[in-house]
């Protein structure tokens, strides 16, 4: 037989070049991770980028599955010795999961059917002449030789036998692929309320009681949210379809004779064979498409909100002071050192008194003696009210170069309750974990988000609604990627930051950090190798991400793989230069002709990759950081008004719009029709998270609390 080889079809399915997706099939089978091969074979690969390659992985592990389930479904035909050629040549072409399993149906072992009783009686022969069509014959004489102890006469020998037809009809794949079709073509997706939501109590799907769509306009954030009504009982959910229109299509590709004696039984047990068996199978198979469907496109709106997140920009390595902010327990206070190092803490209280001087007393000299360059404030409760405090009181202190920053803390209790937070700060309340924590935020958002299960961050639709594996699948390659794209610096990043880094993992993490712990600052890349248990694989994975400043060489705080140091070190020497003086002096650099080192295992993509590199080592790939700005006006519900123009950060994007901090401590809806002035199918590429919008107020349900904006230019009459 044939090795099976999924490159044809992988390829096929991506319309990607086959020779590309080769290359990434052999090295991730080889153990290289995406963000590497992204990174540092794009000559293999063709140049594919890291989203393509991890299309190529995902395509290729489904079709290793496939192939599993190919195998194990002809090995059990096989074995029953009903494995013909031309069944055996279907299973083997057939691409389609579902399809695969319509062949396999009929030879599955099945509990005790009505079908199964009527051919243990005797009645299978009867139910072939009706199958056959044959033109002679009087069914109700043929059938009373059926007759025996179970069959009493002619009509439970009919009825028996189109029982078996009916299973027969419900089992054939030609049958169930265009059930299934014109079930998604002409099909309506329909909710109705239970008896039990609608007596005076209200619920948040009330826009569901009474529901009918069709099932190829279902919008996935609709349905999810119809599926968790259903969860939750409140609502009844299924597929409706004319049963009558199926069932003739149906009898028409079973080829019903008019003139046969057996028509009418065949018609019979093909409308039977339809409503009562292959209907709801296919009703539960298209909702199981749609939660795929569903649960994918809330899956990837989630990874774009996580990435975009994540790759929020960083203040920097600047000393900064965190607020966490609080009303009657105080405001607790970090310092913060350049790296995220942990100072010192107070706890001011400006709210529980009338003459908050003493207070502003305390932040300043706080501040002062921290040389803090920024103050972090919590956006939670009593984060404006804060954020104005320490604004005055830096101003009444002359500090107006300090700068006072809104910082998101959602998932920040998570984390300061978290082993990872226990671990680091054993003797801190939580409270000042959190502070600690928001701190680190605005610092570096990156470093510090990633100790947080990203489903705790807030950016994500119905994400508690997605299948788990799915979900954490998805999560970690976004952080992973995100982590490789902007680096980590090896001497002051934590356990879970390291983890990320390609190759590494969490067991490894705690090791380096461990031997840092023990024998000081990483000297060079190269020591890595000294870690117990970080194999020259694992190095070749994770080196190039790993950036050390001060180091003995200069290329190890850049992102150039050490495999192409004496590349470097060839192109200093043909300048005339050693390679410290090479590495980011963009006019050296530009010198340089990449032709002349084009070679059998490095060509013109990574070459410029490299002078790239040169000419701004260890650059970060983020945005410049711009405080966001927050009208002094505007602090909560009730000073909002129809027709004022504000600056939000948009906190969230779903498939309905997107959610915007207007600094009110309640986020604003710009629903995707308010989001351009032109049409938006797609609201993440109009908006991101963490990016400022100008918005309007359009609405204000203070009861609700709900807020509807418009970042529409003309606005709509």
């Not at 248990?533 to 994975?541: I, S």
Request: proline residues 5%; aromatic residues 6%; contains cysteine.
């Amino acid at each position: 037989m044939t090795p099976f080889d999924p490159v044809p079809g992988v390829a096929r399915s991506l319309a990607l070049p086959p020779r590309g997706v080769a290359a990434v099939i052999i090295l991730l089978a080889d153990g290289n991770t995406v963000p590497f091969i992204a990174r540092y074979r794009k000559e293999s690969t063709g140049g594919l980028d890291e989203v393509q390659i991890g299309a190529v992985e995902t395509a290729w592990k489904a079709s290793l599955a496939l192939e599993k389930r190919r195998e194990a479904i002809r090995s059990a035909i096989a074995e029953q010795g009903k494995l013909t050629l031309a069944l055996n040549d279907q299973i083997r072409a057939c691409d389609d999961k579902q399809a695969l399993e319509d062949l396999y149906l009929p030879f599955k072992r099945k509990r005790k059917t009505r079908a199964s009783v009527a051919r243990e009686r005797g009645l299978e022969s009867l139910a072939e002449r009706i199958l056959a069509q044959a033109p002679g014959g009087d069914p109700e004489r043929d059938a009373a030789r059926f007759l025996g102890p179970d069959v009493p006469d002619a009509a439970a020998a009919l009825a028996g036998a189109r029982d078996i037809v009916a299973e027969v009809v419900s089992e054939r794949p030609e049958l169930r692929a265009t059930a299934r079709t014109l079930t998604i073509q002409h099909g309506r997706l329909t909710s109705k309320a239970v008896k039990k939501a609608t007596d005076g109590e209200r619920t948040r799907f009330e826009d569901y009681y009474a529901f009918a769509e069709a099932v190829t306009k279902v919008a996935p954030h609709r349905y999810l949210a119809i599926r968790r009504g259903e969860t939750e009982e409140v609502l009844r959910v299924g597929i409706a379809i004319d049963a009558d229109a199926m069932a003739e299509r149906l009898q028409a590709l079973m080829h019903v004779a008019p003139r046969s004696p057996w028509a009418g039984e065949l018609r019979e047990a093909v409308r039977d064979g339809y409503v009562r068996l292959l209907a709801p199978s296919i009703e539960n198979e298209v909702r199981s498409g749609l939660d795929e469907w569903a649960e994918a496109e809330a899956v990837g709106v989630f990874g774009t909100n996580l990435r975009n997140l994540l790759l929020s920009p960083a203040y920097g390595k600047r000393a900064v002071v965190a607020m966490d902010p609080g009303f009657r327990t105080g405001c607790k206070c970090a310092a913060l050192g350049p790296t995220g190092t942990f100072l010192g803490a107070v706890t001011v209280f400006p709210h529980t008194t009338r003459d908050p001087s003493a207070a502003a007393a305390e932040l300043v000299a706080f501040v002062r003696r921290h040389k803090a360059e920024a103050v972090a404030v919590g956006s939670g409760t009593a984060g404006r009210e804060t954020f104005d405090f320490a604004r005055k009181a830096l101003a009444d202190a002359s500090l107006n170069a300090v700068s006072v920053v809104t910082v998101s803390e959602v998932g920040a209790s998570v984390y300061s309750a978290s082993e990872i937070a226990r671990e680091e700060f054993p003797d801190l309340d939580l409270t000042v974990r959190g502070a600690i924590s928001i701190g680190r935020r605005l610092q570096d958002p990156l470093a510090e988000l990633v100790k947080v299960d990203p489903k705790s961050l807030g950016v994500g639709q119905y994400q508690h609604d997605v299948t788990e594996g799915l979900l954490a699948e998805r999560l970690d390659s976004v952080v992973a990627s995100c982590v490789n794209h902007v680096g980590v610096e090896l001497d002051t990043a934590s356990a879970p930051l390291l983890t990320q880094v390609s190759g590494i993992g969490p067991t490894l993490a705690r090791r380096i950090v461990a031997y840092r712990d023990e024998h000081g600052p990483f000297p060079s890349r190269a020591k890595l190798l000294q870690v117990p248990g970080l194999g020259p694989k694992t190095f070749e994975q994770a080196a190039g991400f790993l950036r050390i400043r001060g180091a003995a060489h200069p290329l190890d705080a850049s992102a150039v793989h050490p495999e192409r140091y004496a590349l470097v070190e060839r192109m200093a020497k043909d300048l005339g230069v050693d390679v410290r003086r090479l590495v980011g002096d963009a006019a050296l650099v530009a010198r340089i002709d990449v032709r002349r080192y084009v070679g059998a295992d490095v060509g013109e993509p990574t070459l410029r990759d490299i002078l790239t590199e040169l000419a701004r080592p260890g650059r970060d790939p983020r945005d410049t950081f711009e405080a966001p700005r927050f009208r002094d006006d505007v602090r909560t519900l009730d000073d909002l008004a129809p027709g004022m123009e504000l600056e939000g950060i948009v906190t969230n994007v779903t498939s309905f719009g997107a959610f915007v901090d207007i600094g009110v401590h309640q986020d604003g809806l710009v629903h995707v029709s308010e989001l351009a002035d032109r049409y938006v199918k797609d609201p993440l590429a109009v908006v991101q998270v963490g990016k400022r919008l100008a918005v309007r107020v359009v609405s204000v349900d203070r009861e609700r609390k709900r807020i509807a904006l418009s970042a529409r230019v003309k606005p709509v009459h």
